[in-house]
Structures are given as C-alpha cells and as structure tokens.
C-alpha cells in the first residue's frame, strides 16, 4: 500500500508528550497518517511513541516525527506546507504550572506565542485545515463559578494559565476573523501511567511503588487541600478528534464532573497496597505555588450533548491504573497486590 493514498493526515505538536503519544495512537488505529514535530535534543525523549513506529499490517510505518519549535514560525510554516495535513492538533507547550513560575518568560513563549505562530501557519494554507487548541482548566484560575463550563470567566493564577488565556482567544479571533474550523479543548486535569513523574498524580503513584521497593522513605507534596478534576488522558484525546469532526468548530469543557483533593489521591493510592498514607507524606512549603488554585470542577454537559463524550474511568480506577503501571516499572510485579 502506498503511504499517505487516500489517507487523511494530521500534525500534532507535543507528540511526545502523554497526550500526544495517546492522540497519535488513536489516529493510527482510524487509520491516519501521522506527523509529529519534536524538538531537537541531545537525548532521545519518544519513548512514549516508539512503540508506534512500524504497523505490522503495514509495509512502512505511518507515522513520521519532523524537527521544528513552536518558537520558530518558519520551522512550522514549512514542516506544515510540506505534510499539507486535514488536521492540526496544538498540544506543545511548557505545561508545568510550578515551573512556569520560575521559567515564565519561556512558558508564553510556547504556550501563547507558539499558539499564534501556529495559527498563522494554518492561515495561510491555501487547503482546508481543521485546528485544535490545547486548553487547561488553569485558566480558571481562582474560580467564580462553580462547576466551571464553556461560560465561565477566567481567572488565571500563573504564568502557564495566562498564557493559555492568550491562546485560547486568539484561537476564538482566527476563527472568527479568517473563518478557520478552530476549536479549543478546555480539558481539566488528565492522568495515565504516561503522565510525566513531576506531576503530582505520578508523584503519588512512583512514591507508593518506591516506598514498598524499600528505595524510598517519605513523599513530599505541597497543598494537600488542592481539589482537581482528574480523568483519564487515553479518553480525552478522544474528545479532541471528536471536535475536530464535528460540521462548525466551538469550544468545549471536557471533565469528569468530580472534584477530588491531593489528601484523597494519598489516601487512595497509598490505601490501594494497605499503606496509611500518613505515616510516609510530608509537606514541604517549596511545592507551594506562590499563587494557589483551590479547586476546579469542569461542567462537561456540553460535550455529552454534542459530540456524545462522557469521561468512563473512576478516579479509583485511575488511581489503580497508574499504580499497577509503577508497581512493575519498580521491579514489583506484584499488581495483584492492588485491591479493589
């Protein structure tokens, strides 16, 4: 078969991350062509992709990483006009709200600033393009309202979630002003056994594993009291190709509905291998964000009633999910150990 013959293509920035690799994954199985840009570094950083590289059915593999930067408008200007993609999802970005405290200058570079040097690629295709916009719930910051949905004001509290406020309206402007089918995911927080260790979910789940391999004593977390809306990142890429399939482009909440907070994530995990959490988790003040986000808890009615998206994986479950995962990435094959 030849490659790219009566396929659609899309591009994806940020394919290396978790919610890149599971995108990529779902687009091959519907039987895309897949183009990924990564940045250039010193180190390999695809391991969440290498398995994808060759198909089996397939004599050559479909998916295909090129070098380019969201801070390079002619890297992605060229790579673009050369794939000529359907779609393009905008996922790259400086995603670490703790570090764009320390590093915000860079984190607008990506997040905002990427998101209009990409636009402006998508703008000037002579082809139809379909465009999607990674938001956060972030950008609710201090929220007034709650659940938070579509109509919610926001309210960022960091660097990240101003930049993310940028991106998202330019994207609402493009569409608005050059027609482009451009839709923004406001996603609230999503986890997997793919989720990068700094992120407070893997944190919780690598520690437990760590802590019963006897190389670790303690976890140290910063705001126990934080309550997020976490789901299950491999159900979310979904609703992204789902906006993007859609007749008119919108913006859409895409959440579980339910609020959980790091105190309870401890419980669970460390509760799921019959630990008491207490006697492992120490607060340190370091992980404070000079600014807090208490709580955030996305309305995804919006979601169900267009595109037929609900979120189907318990916190529980993806608590369980990601634990498994650690047990064994720990040298503990000991999964059964987990308890329902």
């Known amino acids: ?196 260790g700094t992120f407070v979910t893997r944190k919780v789940t690598r520690a437990v594993a760590a802590i019963l391999a006897g190389t670790q004593e303690h976890l140290f977390l910063g705001n126990l009291d934080a309550q997020r809306d976490w789901g299950y990142a491999k159900e979310y890429v979904e609703a992204m190709w789902l906006m993007l399939q859609e007749p008119a482009s919108d913006d859409y909440v895409i959440a579980t509905g339910e609020m959980h907070s790091v105190r309870e994530l401890c419980e669970v995990a460390f509760g799921l291998v019959g630990l008491d959490w207490e006697r492992y988790v120490r607060v340190d003040e370091r992980y404070f964000r000079p600014t807090e986000v208490d709580e955030l808890r996305g309305d995804a009615s919006k979601a169900a009633a267009v595109l037929g998206w609900t979120a189907q994986t318990t916190f529980r479950d993806l608590v369980r999910l990601m634990l498994e995962h650690d047990l064994i990435e720990a040298g503990l094959p000991r999964p059964g150990r987990v308890q329902s």
């Open 1 to 196: 078969m030849t490659i790219g013959a009566d396929r659609p293509k899309a591009l994806i920035t940020g394919i290396t991350g978790q919610d890149g690799s599971y995108l990529a994954e779902l687009l091959l199985d519907k039987g895309y062509e897949v183009h990924g840009l990564i940045r250039r570094s010193s180190s390999f950083n695809t391991g969440r992709i290498d398995h994808l590289y060759h198909d089996p059915l397939q004599e050559q593999t479909r998916l295909f990483l090129h070098y380019a930067d969201l801070t390079d408008s002619s890297s992605l200007i060229s790579h673009l006009h050369r794939i000529k993609p359907a779609e393009v999802y905008n996922l790259g970005a400086q995603s670490h709200v703790k570090v764009s405290f320390e590093m915000p200058e860079f984190t607008a570079e990506t997040a905002a600033m990427g998101t209009l040097r990409m636009l402006e690629a998508v703008r000037t295709a002579d082809w139809p393009i379909r465009f999607y916009q990674a938001g956060s719930s972030e950008m609710y910051g201090k929220v007034l309202a709650s659940p938070q949905s579509e109509t919610t004001p926001f309210n960022p509290r960091s660097p990240y979630a101003v930049a993310k406020v940028f991106a998202h309206f330019i994207t609402v402007d493009y569409r608005e002003a050059y027609g482009l089918h451009a839709s923004n995911g406001i996603l609230f927080n999503h986890e997997s056994p793919r989720r990068g």
